[in-house]
């Protein structure tokens, strides 16, 4: 008897679907439901994408919210999954967006995303909580500093409008004002809890780079000092 042989169209068919990469999700998977909170859901300043978070509860408190960009029928998932519902904040051009991301008591992390091909995605490898964490233990005037609980990186208001209210005049849609925050655990009982309280950097959008601007060097300077009285 003769062997069945398919023939090479098969076969280059069967390569080229193997080949290539699962289609992206429509929307949130099974069990997570829309947030009917509307301080969760936030609209980018030209109006063309809206963000919405579902969360799904497992029981034993085991919670799990995901952020989803809608763009017309397109759906993005701005990932990572989180434990909490997120804060986000659009540069005006609508180009750029930061996600307020709690933690945990008292901690908070940020995460970048730029418009590429019509949806948002991960604008660095690492959270930008994180790289600005980074920037602050590589100064030679904070790497000293060693903090144990209450991690937080915030984003300053005044993202939509390049920080006009500082009476600065910086380029629309150019840069980013993190504030950092933390305290440590290693100190006497009953005498100050020692801490970093609203140090200051800025992200540059374009550069991907920090600094800190002189107007900011005096507060920084009182933020390390910074003293809980127990």
Known sequence: M????????WLA?????AAAPALAASGPPSGFVLSDDAELAFTSPDKTVRLEQYMKDSG?????????ARHGEQMTELKPEQGYPSGFRFTSDSQWLVRMQKTGSGEQDLFLYHVENGAFVSATKKSLGDLAWAYFHSRPDTRKMKLDYHISANLMKGTETAYRWLGVDWPDNRYLLISLSGEMDKHP???????LADWKCRYDLKSGQFDVPEMFAKGNAEALNWEIKR
Request: aromatic content about 18%; overall charge positive.
């Open 2 to 9: 003769t062997a069945f042989r398919r023939p090479d169209w």
């Open 189 to 195: 009982k009953n005498v100050a809890v020692k801490g």
């Open 60 to 68: 034993d408190f085991d919670i799990k919210w995901q952020a989803w």
């Open 13 to 17: 068919l069967a390569l080229t679907l």
